[in-house]
C-alpha cells in the first residue's frame, strides 16, 4: 500500500464519527490497522476488523452505523456480506484494488461509494462522515 504519511496521520482532521461504529473488513493486516487508527482518530468505535468473508458475516449481525468492505478478502468476494448488511439497511464502502476491472461491483451495491486502493484515507474518512451523516442519530442506538 502506497499510504502517504500526510495523508494518513492527518485525515481524521475535521471529520467527526463520534459515537458511530464502523465495520472493518479488509483482508491485509496492515492496511486494516490503518484504517483503524484512522477511524478511531475521528472518533469512532471499530466493529472487527474482519479478515475472511466467514468473520465477515459474523460480525454483520452486530449493530454498526457503516461498513468499510474490501472486495476480495484471500480470493473470496464480499457479496453475501454486502448483501446482509444491505438488508439492514447498513451503508456500505468499498475498496478494492481495481473495482472497475475483475472486482466489478454488481447490483444491487453498485451505488455505494467505492475507492480504488490505495485509498486516499481522507477521502474515505470524508465518505465516512457523508454517509453517517444523513442519519442524525447512531443506527446502533
Known amino acids: 500500500m502506497d499510504w502517504a504519511a500526510r495523508d494518513v496521520w492527518t485525515a481524521a482532521r475535521g471529520i467527526d464519527l463520534a459515537g458511530r461504529r464502523v465495520l472493518v ?10 484504517i483503524e487508527c484512522e477511524v478511531m482518530s475521528a472518533g469512532a468505535e471499530i ?3 474482519a479478515y475472511t468473508v466467514e ?14 468492505l474490501d472486495i476480495n478478502l484471500n480470493g473470496v468476494k464480499v457479496w453475501d456480506v454486502a448483501r446482509k448488511l444491505y438488508e439492514r439497511g447498513v451503508p456500505i464502502i468499498f475498496a478494492s484494488a481495481n473495482v472497475n476491472g475483475e472486482h466489478a461491483i454488481p447490483s444491487p451495491f453498485d451505488k455505494a461509494p467505492r ?3 490505495p485509498v486516499r484515507m481522507a477521502a ?3 465518505a465516512l462522515a457523508e454517509l453517517t451523516a444523513r442519519d442524525a442519530s447512531p443506527r446502533h442506538a
Open 25 to 34: 473488513v479488509e483482508d491485509e493486516i496492515l492496511v486494516a490497522a490503518t
Open 47 to 49: 466493529v472487527g476488523p
Open 55 to 68: 468473520e465477515a458475516l459474523a460480525l454483520a449481525d452486530e449493530p454498526v452505523d457503516v461498513a468499510l
Open 115 to 117: 475507492f480504488d486502493k
Open 124 to 126: 474515505m474518512l470524508k
